[in-house]
């Protein structure tokens, strides 16, 4: 296994100077494999967890101004907080005073990845909020105190910076980047309302106690079958290999998405799993091709289906000439 790459962004900061506008496009995620060890005395669980980053992609535009501040592109949500609770006014905040500047800084977030999701979406922000900063403000931050300040804002913040394949242990976010050949493809269904991250490891640790579930097997391992399968880039293998200790937990908080997980093998899904803590649920499938078709049969039914391909690039500096018309990602 090899060390997780820099990206090009990381070390490119834009030519010429410092910019007035830097737009950081980061992926959400889904774990192929989650091993849940004991609570610590942190209130963390050790993990050992498997991450693939998906083309579902935020994007943060970081823009010149006196104060750090939050904005949405499209409709008015009140599931993401504009405050300085939300992740991407965090992240800003703790770059900056880390680096004694007094900037501020305009973000604005385009929101694909869905919120509360299980996907990482409010830690892409963060990623893509640390980065664009970086560059707006000229820091150059080494890749390694990057990755300190992203594990300070949440577990799956470094994974979002350095995107990819690759395993996580202790909270997550001790990562080794793990091959991967080719895309795998996958078709995620949301759900309306999301699952609080500690409220599901929490139902996890009641299970265990109750003796509903077995107590981990120390020490925590992935499956050789899943690497194997990661790095040959073959998908039926991988998707007798995906597991997650956190589906228990969410199907207790959230019956329904055992329906949601038939549902998909239904409509030809090669195997399906909840996604982090849920709710949404990951199913992957043989091809792009065969995620679209899973998608539209999922459609018809009624329910929500995205079709998102991995592994993709971590957090990384965007140009205009790379965006489409409505400013997604080509
Ligand atoms: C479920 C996953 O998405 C799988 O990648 C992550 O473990 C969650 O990562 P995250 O949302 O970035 O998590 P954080 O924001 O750091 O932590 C939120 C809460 O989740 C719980 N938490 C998180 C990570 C971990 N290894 N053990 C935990 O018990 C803790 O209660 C923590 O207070
Ligand atoms: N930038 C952000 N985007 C989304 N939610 C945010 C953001 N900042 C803060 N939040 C808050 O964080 C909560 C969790 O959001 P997020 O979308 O990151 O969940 P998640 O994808 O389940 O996280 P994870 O998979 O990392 O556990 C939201 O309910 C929201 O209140």
């Known amino acids: 296994m ?28 889904v774990n192929l494999a989650l091993h849940v060890g004991p609570l610590g005395a942190d209130g963390y669980h050790e993990l050992a967890t498997v991450f693939l980053a998906l083309d579902l992609v935020d994007d943060v535009l970081a823009e010149r101004a006196e104060s750090v ?12 907080p504009l405050d300085e609770s939300n992740l991407a006014h965090r992240a800003a905040t703790l770059l900056r005073d880390r680096s004694g500047i007094t900037e501020g800084v305009r973000l604005t977030i385009t929101k694909r ?51 990819g394949a690759a395993l996580g242990r202790d909270r997550g976010d001790r990562l080794e980047a793990v091959p991967a050949s080719g895309s795998f493809h996958l078709v995620l269904v949301p759900s309306e309302d999301g699952i609080s991250t500690p409220k599901c490891y929490r139902a996890l640790d009641l299970l ?19 690497l194997a399968a990661l ?37 030809g899904a090669i195997g ?10 990951a199913l992957l499938t043989g091809s792009r091709e065969a995620a679209e078709e899973v998608a539209k049969t999922l459609r018809a039914e009624g329910r929500a289906a995205l079709v998102a391909s991995g592994p993709a690039r971590g957090a990384h500096i965007v140009n205009d000439h790379e965006l489409d018309s409505d400013g997604g990602p080509r």
Request: proline share 8%; with cysteine.
């Open 2 to 29: 090899t060390e997780p790459r820099t990206p090009e962004a990381a070390e490119s900061v834009l030519p010429g100077g410092v910019p007035d506008r830097v737009l950081v496009r980061a992926p959400g995620k």
């Open 69 to 80: 501040s939050v904005h949405l592109t499209g409709e008015v949500r009140d599931d993401v």
């Open 113 to 163: 990845i869905p919120v509360a999701g299980g996907m990482g979406g409010g830690s892409a922000d963060a990623a893509a909020a640390l980065l664009a900063c970086d560059a707006l403000w000229g820091l150059d931050t080494p890749w390694d105190e990057l990755l300190a300040l992203a594990a300070e804002l949440g577990a799956d913040v470094p994974f979002a910076l350095t995107g």
């Open 208 to 226: 265990r106690q109750e003796g509903a579930l077995p107590d981990p097997e120390l020490p925590l391992a992935v499956a050789d079958g899943l």
């Open 231 to 267: 790095a040959e880039g073959d998908a039926g293998a991988l998707a007798a290999e995906l597991t997650n200790d956190l589906e228990a937990a969410a199907l207790v908080l959230r019956p329904d998405l055992a329906d949601t997980i038939r549902a998909g093998a239904f409509a």
């Open 272 to 281: 399906g799993v909840v996604s982090g803590s849920g709710p949404t649920i």
